[in-house]
C-alpha cells in the first residue's frame, strides 16, 4: 500500500510539471510530446519529451530531448547565464549542448539532448578499478573543458555527471549555478591601482557621497568624539558621547541591552551617513566648562582610577557598572586594525569599519570545499576539483553520500575530523579567514579510511572484535578516531592495527590523486589538467573499454554490438567535427537570442528540421 501510495504522488507530481509547462508555454506542446517529469531541483524541472513529428516511428527510433523548465521566479540573469555557459562550452568533452530555447512572458524552457542513464547509488559499489578509472577520468575531461573558459560549474556531484554504463558515455549537466572566475584585486600600491584610484578622484568616486568619503567623516567624527571624552571631566564626557549617540540617531538604531548597567549595542553593519555628528559633538564640547589640560601621561595615569560608569561615558550608576569592558573611547581612537571584539557585547569600531565580505555559498552541501564553508571571496575552479575528489572518495570507500551535514559549521567540522584541525587552521590563515575549533585533532589516513569502510562487514565483525579483545572482553578505543585500536584510522598510531594488505584494491598512485585533489589549501589544490596527467590514469591493467592516454577525450562504446551509426558517432567525437547530438555551434549561437524575445513557432520549426 505504501509503494503504491508514493507511486500515486509521484505520478500526480509528473503530470501537474507537465500541465505547468505546457500552461506557460503554449509551443512546447506544439512541437513535443512531453511524456515524464526526470528530475527536478529548486530552480527548475526536468521532463522527458519527443517529436510530434516523429509520432509514427517506432519507439527505438524517436529520439529523446530533455526540456529543463525553469520556475518564473528565476532571475533572468541566472537563466541568460545557464544558456551561454551551455552554447559556448557545451556539446563536447562530456559537457551537455543545447537545441534550443523557448520562452513566453516570464517563463523559459532549454531544450537539451537527452542521455539515459544510470542511477550513480545503483553502480557505485559495483566499479572496479578500471571502471572508476574511466569515470574520474572523464569527468576531469569535462571540467578541464570548462575550467578553460574561466568558468566554475560549482555543482559537481554524481547526479550531475550523468553515466550510462552499457554505452559507457558520459555527460555532464546543470549548469544553473556556474559562475566565471573573479578577477584579481588590484593593490594598492601597483600602477593599475594608482591610475584607478586617480580616475575616481577624477569621476567624483572620492567625493562627498561616495562611500570611502563616508567613512572616512566616520572615523573623524568617531576620533573627536574620543578625544573629547578624554580630555573633558566625567559630567562633560557623558554629555559629549549623549550627544553624538543622539547625532547618529537618523543612521543607526541602536539596540538596548536589557542587562542593568548594559551600553547601547553598536551596529553589525558599517555606519554610512553620520557626518553630522561631528559638528553636533563639537558643539557640545564648546559648551562643557572648561578644565585643565592633562599631558598624555596625566591621562594614562588618571584612567585606571576612573569609575566603572565615567570611564565608559554612560550614565550608568556607579557601584552597577557591566562586567564587560564598554569602553568604546578607547577603541574608536586607535588607528591600528586589532580587533576588540572580545569579551565585549558589541562589535568593535575597528571591525565595523572593515569592508563587508561578500563570498558565494552556492552549492550542495557535502561537495562545497573548505574555502566555501570559510566564506573566502576568491574563490576558483579549485572548488570543482575539491567536489571531484569527494565523489573519488565515495567510490573508493563506498560510502555515498560521505559528508552530510545540515549546516555548514557540522560540515566544516567533518572536514576537520579527517584531515586534523592544523591544516584548517592553516588554510584559513593562508585564506585571511579566522576559524575557532574547540579542540584538537589529528588528521586520518586516506587509505585506513577507504579499505575500512570498504570492507567495514569485515572490520566490524563480532569475530574481529573477539581476535584482539582483552580476557577481561574489553579492547581499547583510539581516543582521537574514535575506534578500536586494530582499525585506528588515524595517520600517525601507535596502535598495531589488521594489516591492510589482504583487501587492497586500488594502487598507490589512486591514493596519492585522492590525497591532491582534497588538499584542503586551495592555492595547493591540483587543476583538472594536471589531474589527467597523474599517474594514476597511466597505469597498466586498466580493462578493455577504458582508456590509456589522458588526452581522449570521450570514452568509446564496447566492440560487440556496435552498428555502423554508433561507429559514426564515435569517428565524429575523435576528430571534434561535429558535437554531441549533432547540434551545430553556428545553430546555437543563433537560438540564444531566442531567449530575449517571444518565440516564434515557425523558426522554431525550421531549427528542429534541421536536426
Known amino acids: 500500500m505504501a509503494t503504491g501510495a508514493r507511486l500515486m504522488k ?55 530531448f530533455a526540456i529543463k523548465h525553469h520556475i518564473p521566479t528565476s532571475h533572468p540573469d541566472r537563466i541568460m547565464k545557464e544558456l551561454q555557459c551551455m552554447t559556448k562550452m557545451g556539446g563536447m568533452d562530456n559537457v551537455v549542448g543545447i537545441h534550443c530555447c523557448m520562452r513566453c512572458d516570464a517563463s523559459a524552457a532549454f ?48 547526479s550531475n555527471f550523468l553515466y550510462n554504463r552499457r554505452r559507457r558515455e558520459f555527460l555532464l549537466v546543470d549548469f544553473g549555478l556556474a559562475q566565471h572566475v573573479n578577477p584579481p584585486v588590484l593593490a594598492a600600491g601597483t600602477a593599475a591601482g594608482g591610475q584607478q584610484e586617480q580616475r575616481n578622484r577624477h569621476t567624483g568616486a572620492g567625493g562627498p557621497n561616495s562611500k570611502r568619503f563616508r567613512d572616512r567623516e566616520t572615523e573623524a567624527a568617531v576620533q573627536t568624539t574620543a578625544a573629547a571624552a578624554a580630555a573633558a571631566a566625567a559630567a562633560a564626557a557623558a554629555a559629549a558621547v549623549a550627544a553624538a549617540d543622539a547625532g547618529l540617531g537618523g543612521a543607526v538604531k541602536r539596540m538596548r541591552l536589557n542587562e542593568e548597567g548594559g551600553w547601547g549595542k553598536m551596529p553589525l553593519k558599517p555606519v554610512n551617513e553620520i557626518a553630522h555628528a561631528q559638528n553636533e559633538s563639537k558643539e557640545v564640547v564648546a559648551q562643557a566648562p572648561e578644565q585643565p589640560q592633562l599631558s598624555t601621561q596625566q591621562q594614562q595615569q588618571q584612567q585606571p582610577e576612573q569609575t566603572p560608569s565615567s570611564a565608559t561615558g554612560t550614565g550608568t550608576v556607579a557601584g552597577t557598572g557591566s562586567r564587560y569592558n564598554t569602553n568604546r573611547s578607547a577603541t574608536g581612537s586607535t588607528n591600528s586594525g586589532k580587533c576588540f571584539c572580545f569579551a565585549n557585547p558589541s562589535v568593535c569600531l ?246 530575449l524575445y517571444p518565440a516564434k513557432l515557425e523558426e522554431l520549426q525550421t531549427v528542429l528540421n534541421k536536426l
Open 10 to 64: 509521484l505520478r500526480n507530481k509528473s503530470e501537474d510539471a507537465i500541465t505547468d509547462l505546457l500552461t506557460r508555454i503554449p509551443d512546447v506542446g506544439h512541437l513535443f510530446d512531453v511524456q515524464s517529469r526526470i528530475g527536478n531541483g529548486t530552480f527548475s524541472t526536468v521532463l522527458l519529451a519527443t517529436l510530434k513529428r516523429e509520432a509514427n516511428l517506432p519507439e527505438s527510433m524517436r529520439r529523446k
Open 111 to 158: 531544450v537539451m539532448p537527452y542521455m539515459p542513464h544510470d542511477r550513480f547509488h545503483d553502480f557505485y559499489t559495483k566499479m572496479d578499478v578500471s571502471e572508476i578509472r574511466l569515470y574520474m577520468r572523464n569527468l576531469l575531461v569535462a571540467l578541464r573543458h570548462v575550467h578553460k573558459f574561466n568558468v566554475i560549474h560549482r555543482d559537481v556531484k554524481p
Open 350 to 595: 575597528n571591525c565595523l569599519m572593515k569592508k563587508e565580505v561578500h563570498a558565494s555559498r552556492a552549492g550542495t552541501p557535502g561537495y562545497r570545499p573548505p574555502e566555501v564553508l570559510l566564506k573566502y571571496a576568491d574563490q576558483t575552479t579549485a572548488v570543482d576539483v575539491w567536489s571531484v575528489g569527494v565523489i573519488f572518495l565515495s567510490l573508493m570507500s563506498s560510502v555515498y553520500p560521505f559528508f552530510k551535514a545540515p549546516n555548514d559549521y557540522i560540515a566544516l567540522a567533518e572536514i576537520v575530523t579527517i584531515f586534523g584541525d592544523q591544516e584548517i587552521r592553516k588554510t584559513a590563515l593562508a585564506l585571511e579567514r579566522m576559524v575557532t575549533l574547540s579542540q584538537r585533532s589529528r588528521p586520518l589516513n586516506l587509505r585506513k579510511l577507504c579499505l575500512r569502510f570498504r570492507h567495514r562487514a569485515i572490520f566490524s565483525d563480532a569475530k574481529m572484535l573477539k581476535k584482539y579483545e582483552s580476557p577481561d572482553g574489553q579492547c581499547e578505543v583510539c581516543k582521537n578516531c574514535d575506534q578500536y585500536f586494530f582499525n585506528c584510522l588515524c595517520k600517525e598510531s601507535d596502535y598495531v592495527t589488521e594489516p591492510l594488505e589482504p583487501y587492497e584494491v586500488f594502487p598507490a598512485s589512486a591514493y596519492d590523486l585522492l590525497e591532491r585533489l582534497l588538499e584542503v589549501n586551495p592555492h595547493k589544490r591540483i587543476t583538472a589538467a594536471e589531474a589527467l596527467q597523474h599517474s594514476f590514469f597511466n597505469c597498466q591493467g586498466q580493462g578493455p573499454n577504458s582508456q590509456t592516454a589522458g588526452n581522449h577525450q570521450v570514452a568509446s562504446p564496447p566492440r560487440k554490438g556496435r552498428t555502423a551509426a554508433a561507429r559514426q558517432m564515435t569517428r565524429r567525437r575523435v576528430t571534434n567535427k561535429s558535437v554531441s547530438m549533432g547540434i551545430q555551434p553556428l545553430q546555437q549561437l543563433k537560438i540564444e537570442q531566442q531567449l
